[in-house]
């Protein structure tokens, strides 16, 4: 019997003595006043009582006799009785006393309060008394000579109506009773179950995930394979020495699939496999976290081999203390504290694997991190060209796809998408086919699906011609560089459609592979592709305006970390000028040292402000150039709004006089 169920017994039976007591003071409270003046005589008075005429009535109920005297009778022989007590000369003395205390007892005291009569007034009432009867053959003779009313019952031998007297008084009491005890079990807000962990145990048949379901993750697979074939088959591995990884944190993106493979891993397991998220673990109440954490333990260890995982646990595993802050005992260090002792602490923890899921590493305490704690860390990257066919697989198993669908190719053009991107790619695709009343998902609306993630939706919002010439022109610039600059990612598509993203217009540029490493070169051709838009306005209208707002900013960021983060200028030198706080997945951007001097912050100032210049220079020069090519994109897209990177190699390839579009295959190393 755990806990909780101590508890609601212990509460039973409380709740059914309270009860019985309960009944006790109603039955001397109420319902025994009432009966004060029915008592137990013997036959002899009885008998005395009849032959002096003071009987009124007399009923024959089984073995008993119950008799009534008359009131008159009763309070003559009582007055008669204070008479001769007090004396004949304080006889009218005694009955005002008697008359005067009765009219003040009237509805008064303890009884009158109750609703039960004074004794007063009990006194005045028929007196009742019971009788054991004996047989008594003149007793019939006399009652009819006395002018006495009799009557006898008849015996009740009815089992169902003796049961229903007993359980129809305790109804209201047992469902009182039952609801107190279905809402301790409910464990909402109770008191009882406050401190009760929130883990759910769930079986492989309830997620209805299996490794089968996982793409983009080979890594992290093996690496969990390897933990649940620990708990599968212990022998193997405790014959060479090995122990048992304690705790097992997924690191990752959001969106990456840390969570899937959560769920696949309970859906592999043939051991208990215990969920539940960082923030069950917070609550108004200090010290109820540490308790839960001590509860969830104790739940593992009984069904140990088991497996335990905490979702989003930088939740309750922050940084208990910052450089320069006072370090504070809050409800969620002590949680903390209580799960790093359970984690690796004295008492022996065999058999119980902790699984966490975090997309923010650089908050989780230190001691959290350790070996003996948390044993292995699992890196949950983006996945690769091959792995994002595989999430493509997975998730196009049920839908209708067209002939023309290449999911190698939209695999392709995907870089940098995380698995949660592609599901939304695939879904966002058949909904566009059902909104067509298509009969099958095709490539024209994975193409559109793409372009709503990486753009936004798209909005009919109507513009002047004087601003869709700027956007066409200033998008149509954006194009033209990244076609005519070599490294550059390859123009897939240009729309001067505004987004609810709030852009006019949009270049999108799909690359064909995966890039891990950027050279310098690459990084400059970026930001002239960035600033030809700007370039391209101030060539044709020779008027800047506020369209080149986000340009101006990613430019500004990638020529800022070339200098502080990369090392890329000559002037500052290999120097790393930036910290590493509040760098992660998340991509918070980092901020310059503390001990710069303003002289070298100034200088970084001037080297950002001069590569600026240069991809701006870069891209005027390379717009002044093919300004044919420039006009002949602007036309198409005013008049189509839309234009596909293909019609860009065949425009300029055509007005150049090239015999095919520049190929930017890298060359073989």
């Avoid at 003149?138 to 009815?158: H, I, K, Q, R, Y």
């Avoid at 020069?621 to 839309?642: K, P, S």
Wanted: aromatic share 6%; charged share 20%; proline share 5%.
């Amino acid at each position: 019997m755990d806990e909780q169920q101590r508890k609601q017994a212990g509460f039973s039976i409380g709740y059914f003595l309270l009860t019985l007591l309960g009944i006790w003071l109603i039955q001397v409270f109420f319902i025994q006043p009432y009966l004060i003046n029915q008592s137990e005589v013997p036959y002899s008075q009885f008998r005395q009582d009849l032959a002096d005429g003071k009987i009124d009535t007399v009923t024959f109920s089984g073995d008993r006799i119950i008799y009534t005297c008359c009131a008159e009778t009763v309070a003559a022989s009582d007055a008669v009785s204070d008479t001769v007590a007090a004396g004949e000369g304080d006889a009218e003395v005694a009955a005002t006393e008697v008359t005067t205390t009765g009219a003040e007892n009237q509805g008064g005291g303890l009884f009158g309060w109750l609703g039960a009569p004074a004794p007063e007034e009990a006194a005045a009432m028929p007196q009742i008394h019971n009788v054991v009867a004996i047989e008594d053959p003149e007793l019939t003779a006399d009652l009819l000579a006395a002018g006495v009313t009799f009557s006898a019952e008849a015996p009740s031998n009815n089992l169902l109506v003796t049961l229903l007297s007993w359980i129809i008084p305790f109804l209201p009491l047992l469902l009182i009773w039952y609801f107190l005890i279905r809402r301790m079990r409910s464990g909402g807000g109770n008191v009882l179950s406050v401190g009760k962990s929130k883990a759910r145990e769930i079986s492989g048949e309830m997620t209805g995930v299996t490794f089968a379901d996982v793409g983009g993750a080979d890594e992290a697979l093996v690496e969990l394979k390897e933990i649940i074939d620990f708990l599968k088959n212990p022998d193997r591995f405790t014959e060479m020495g090995a122990k048992l990884p304690k705790g097992v944190l997924m690191v990752g993106p959001p969106g990456t699939g840390k969570t899937l493979l959560a769920k696949a891993t309970a859906g592999e397991a043939d051991v208990p496999f215990f969920l539940l998220s960082g923030s069950d673990f917070v609550e108004m109440f200090v010290g109820v976290g540490a308790s839960r954490v001590r509860d969830l333990f104790q739940q593992a260890k009984a069904k140990a081999p088991c497996i335990v995982f905490i979702d989003e646990i930088d939740a309750i595993g922050q940084s208990r203390s910052t450089v320069g802050a006072i370090q504070t005992n809050d409800e969620r260090e002590q949680t903390l504290n209580a799960l790093l002792a359970e984690m690796d602490g004295f008492e022996p923890n065999n058999g119980v694997v902790i699984m966490a899921a975090t997309n923010r590493p650089e908050v989780l305490d230190k001691a959290l991190l350790r070996p003996g704690r948390f044993d292995r860390q699992i890196q949950v990257t983006l996945p690769s060209e091959p792995g994002r066919l595989q999430i493509l697989n997975i998730h196009t198993k049920n839908v209708k796809l067209g002939p023309d669908v290449e999911l190698k190719r939209i695999a392709k053009i995907t870089p940098g998408f995380s698995g949660a991107d592609l599901a939304n790619i695939v879904n966002e695709a058949a909904l566009l086919a059902v909104r067509q009343e298509s009969t099958m998902v095709t490539m024209q609306h994975f193409d559109l699906a793409i372009e709503r993630v990486v753009a936004g939706l798209q909005r009919k919002t109507p513009l002047s011609d004087t601003v869709r010439r700027k956007v066409a022109y200033h998008e149509g610039g954006h194009a033209l560089v990244a076609y005519l600059l070599p490294t550059t990612d390859q123009v897939h598509k240009v729309s001067i459609i505004p987004t609810a993203k709030g852009a006019l217009g949009y270049t999108l540029q799909m690359p064909e592979e995966d890039q891990y490493l950027l050279g310098e070169q690459s990084l400059r051709e970026r930001m002239a592709v960035l600033m030809g838009g700007r370039a391209a306005e101030l060539i044709i209208f020779d008027e800047l305006s506020t369209g080149a707002s986000n340009d101006l900013e990613k430019v500004t960021q990638i020529a800022r970390r070339m200098i502080t983060e990369f090392g890329m200028s000559e002037t500052l030198g290999p120097v790393r000028y930036v910290t590493d706080a509040g760098m992660g997945y998340l991509g918070t951007q980092a901020r310059l040292r503390d001990e710069l001097s303003p002289e070298t912050s100034t200088l970084i100032d001037q080297e950002v402000r001069q590569m600026v210049d240069q991809a701006h220079e870069q891209a005027m020069g390379l717009l002044n150039t093919n300004l044919a090519v420039l006009h002949e994109i602007a036309r198409v897209l005013q008049e189509d709004e839309v234009i596909s990177g293909e019609q860009i190699n065949q425009i300029a390839a055509s007005i150049r006089g090239e015999p095919v579009p520049v190929d930017k295959t890298p060359a073989p190393i």
